[in-house]
């Protein structure tokens, strides 16, 4: 079965009324004519988040001058490990960021300035089965298979 929002928010509504009946979908939720299914006691949003996430920041900056030179170089890492839970593609936001600016002056009315920054970035966001690849789906489908089992 594919996984939506739509599907989630449905389930949430099923268990409230306590109805997990197992139906073919009008595809209204899922893919005219399959199976969907809504096991009891599964909590699919503890499934897909974490709960916590662990995200850290470094910045160093260095500068100086005398009187015909002047300098600022200055650096930042971001890194975030994701709230969504998979193994198989965790998500991932990381950042670096430097910057150098430099003057020299060459003569009283006329100085030569440089300022330089270069920013680099990595996002990885996994998706879910019916938007994309299903990395998070799959994995956390094996582990509540494996809760629903038990």
Do not use: C
């Not at 004519?33 to 470094?58: A, C, E, N, V």
């Not at 930042?76 to 950042?95: L, V, W």
């Amino acid at each position: 079965m594919e996984f939506s929002t739509a599907w989630l928010a449905e389930y949430k509504k099923r268990a409230e009324a306590e109805n997990y009946e197992v139906l073919v979908s009008d595809g209204s939720i899922g893919t005219a004519g399959r199976w969907l299914y809504y096991p009891k006691g599964t909590d699919y949003i503890g499934m897909i988040y974490k709960d916590y996430l662990f995200s850290q920041t470094h910045n160093l900056s260095v500068s100086g001058s005398d009187d015909k030179f002047d300098y600022y170089v200055s650096g930042r890492y971001y890194d975030n490990n994701g709230i969504f839970d998979s193994q198989t593609n965790p998500e991932t936001y990381k950042i670096l960021n430097s910057r150098m600016k430099m003057g020299y002056k060459i003569t009283p009315w006329l100085k030569i300035s440089n300022n330089t920054d270069v920013s680099w970035t990595k996002y990885i966001m996994p998706q879910t089965y019916s938007e994309g690849n299903g990395n998070i789906w799959r994995n956390i489908a094996d582990e509540g298979q494996s809760k629903i089992l038990r």
